[in-house]
């Protein structure tokens, strides 16, 4: 009789172990686009196409990457509520549509429905953050549609200091760094004819 219930009272407390693990739930977080204070720039009506963001294959996933020293970790329960690199375009989009006063500003596959004048092209390095500041470095690309040869091939790297510890702060940082590549790029777009 023992020897039966000996498999029973194993699954018991297999199922006691389970169900009594407390991880901490995940939390979801998303870029958020730049918020103009004062007046709005003047209208341009500069039609621009954002390309899709390449990012290396580390930042290809849902969880949020941290340098720990020389290495880098994934927070399990910090994670990106959309791909990093379509939330990365979108927030571009946004960015330069309110920095250059433009309405035409679209993610790719849409710059012949606006007649866009500008493709811009990024591709992101790097991008993380440990107890100092958050870091980009990017290579973008200034360039007409259509035609192979860019206009302008720039290199840079910026920097966001974290707010506190946690998601919040890091997707806060991750949204003032790519307003500020927005920023970089516009000034840019705003120079050429």
Known sequence: MIPKLLPLLGLAATLGCLGSSTSAPVVYHTLQPLQ???????????????????????????????????????TEAQRWGNPLDQDMQRV????????????????????DRVRAAYQVGVGILSCDAQSGPLTLEAVWILSRPGVAQAILVRRTVLQEALSGPGGDALAAAHSRIMAALAREIATELLKRP
Do not use: I, K, T
Not at 46 to 54: C, N
Not at 97 to 104: C, F, M, T, V
């Open 36 to 74: 103009l204070e004062g007046a709005a720039p003047a209208r341009s009506g500069l039609a621009v196409e954002v390309m899709p963001v390449r990012l290396p294959g580390l930042l290809q996933r849902p969880q949020m990457v941290v340098a720990q020293g020389s290495a880098l970790g994934l």
């Open 92 to 111: 571009l989009v946004q960015d330069l549509g309110l920095l250059l006063g433009s309405d035409a500003v679209v993610p790719y596959p849409y710059g």
